[in-house]
């Protein structure tokens, strides 16, 4: 199986093309790209304004999109699986994904004291964002791998079922809560992480992803909770 990158011409689905074509053709398209894909609510709708940063969030957005690939038929039939692993093997692309991450969180005017990130592709870059956010860090982890305590949530993904837990006292009650992930396909993952987080006590303040993949309609799962994603699939 040989993958296909965004920033190759071949052979892309048409979810990938579309918006490879958004964001490379014409800087000022990328530019309205980048708009819609800013902080929303769960229904999608815009930003209520235009970001500051919008012009270094559109040139990296172009960067990042280059060094995804996607695979066909993973992990299971039926499943396209953008693969978000190269982003961390190149140095610049890499502190280009944490700035952009950091001034999507700048951007929104929250505060988190505490980053959650979602394992396990959650953990590549959550840490980095809590220390550059001056916040602390606590993992979702799949069931079994923590010691104590845990809170259990039993979740639907878009290629399975799982089980997520958080350990018991790993946030305060009444502290601010940032969620972030990789990817938001169906939303099942960030909805059970959400629950987790609101059964600890801690005031969930928003979500954040790299991708979002809106023709599943994860955001629908988020009960309106402020959802942030960076680059998105259009289809
Ligand atoms: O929106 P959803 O449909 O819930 O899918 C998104 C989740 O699926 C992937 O994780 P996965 O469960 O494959 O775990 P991994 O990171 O360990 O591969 C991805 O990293 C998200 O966490
Ligand atoms: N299509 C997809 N590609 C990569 N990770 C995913 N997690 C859920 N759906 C995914």
Do not use: W
């Amino acid at each position: 199986m040989s993958p296909t990158t965004y920033a190759s011409q071949v052979p892309l689905t048409s979810a990938e093309v579309a918006v490879l074509s958004k964001n490379n053709s014409n800087p000022s398209e990328t530019t309205a790209a980048t708009a819609s894909t800013a902080t929303q609510d769960a229904s999608g709708g815009q930003p209520a304004a235009a970001s500051a940063a919008a012009p270094e969030l559109a040139s990296t957005k172009i960067k990042l999109l280059g060094a995804l690939r996607s695979f066909p038929d993973f992990p299971i039939p039926g499943i396209q699986f953008i693969d978000i692993l190269p982003l961390f093997q190149d140095v610049s692309i890499h502190l280009s994904l944490l700035r952009a991450l950091e001034l999507q969180v700048l951007e929104s005017g929250v505060k988190p004291d505490v980053i959650v990130g979602l394992d396990a592709r959650g953990f590549l870059f959550g840490p980095s964002m809590a220390l550059r956010l001056n916040a602390g860090f606590v993992p979702v982890r799949k069931q079994g791998k923590m010691p104590g305590p845990c809170v259990t949530v039993a979740y639907e993904k878009e290629y399975g079922t799982d089980y997520f837990q958080m350990q018991e006292g790993a946030i305060k009650p009444g502290q601010k809560v940032l969620v972030v992930d990789d990817i938001i396909a169906t939303g099942g993952s960030a909805a059970a992480a959400g629950d987790l987080v609101k059964k600890l006590g801690g005031d969930l303040v928003g979500y954040l992803f790299i991708l979002e993949i809106p023709f599943l309609k994860g955001r629908e799962k988020l009960g309106g909770v402020p959802t942030t994603t960076l680059l998105e699939t259009d289809g």
